[in-house]
């Protein structure tokens, strides 16, 4: 649930939900407990929370208790909110590789993936193969019939033995 507060004419804060004047600090406590925070003006009804975090670095860096680093806040003056963006894309971007390198560096993981490749490629020639034998006639219905009902437990025989490699 988003916290409203107000901000007055007279820059006084106003906490809906407590119904009671806030500081900036509180915000901050707040924002840094992952409490979503909203600020609005209340003559104009305008969102005006990004202002209000910007007052709170600002406040915090004139009392020597930023650990925001001045490249990053020349970078955010400079580029503005691309750079942010594209910094959190990055990073995201960063950990999936790095996510996936990991777990094909896993010998049984990946010998699980390929085992199960190979089983998946083995079924679908035995499909094309029945199917074959289906239409030149060799095979009739009865046979046919027990083929299919035996099918679903052989598959899941497969399934089974493959997240046994894959545990291991």
């Known amino acids: 649930m988003i916290r409203v507060v107000k901000r007055y004419e007279s820059r006084k804060l106003y906490d809906t939900e407590e119904s009671r004047y806030v500081s900036l600090d509180e915000i901050a406590v707040w924002v840094r407990d992952g409490q979503e925070v909203q600020i609005i003006d209340n003559s104009s009804s305008q969102d005006v929370t990004a202002q209000t975090l910007a007052q709170i670095i600002l406040d915090e860096g004139r009392n020597g208790r930023s650990s925001i680093p001045a490249d990053v806040l020349r970078?955010?003056?400079?580029?503005?909110?691309?750079?942010?963006?594209?910094?959190?894309?990055?990073?995201?971007?960063?950990m999936d590789k790095m996510v996936k390198a990991s777990i094909d560096r896993l010998g049984p993981v990946r010998q699980a993936r390929e085992e199960m490749t190979r089983l998946r490629s083995r079924l679908e020639e035995?499909?094309?193969?029945?199917?074959?034998?289906?239409?030149?006639?060799?095979?009739?219905e009865t046979d046919l019939e027990t083929v299919r009902k035996n099918a679903p437990a052989k598959k899941a025989a497969a399934k089974k033995a493959a997240s046994a490699k894959q545990a291991k």
């Open 126 to 140: 035995l499909e094309e193969s029945l199917a074959e034998l289906e239409a030149s006639g060799v095979v009739d």
């Open 75 to 94: 970078d955010l003056v400079r580029f503005g909110e691309r750079t942010l963006t594209s910094g959190v894309e990055h990073v995201q971007q960063s």
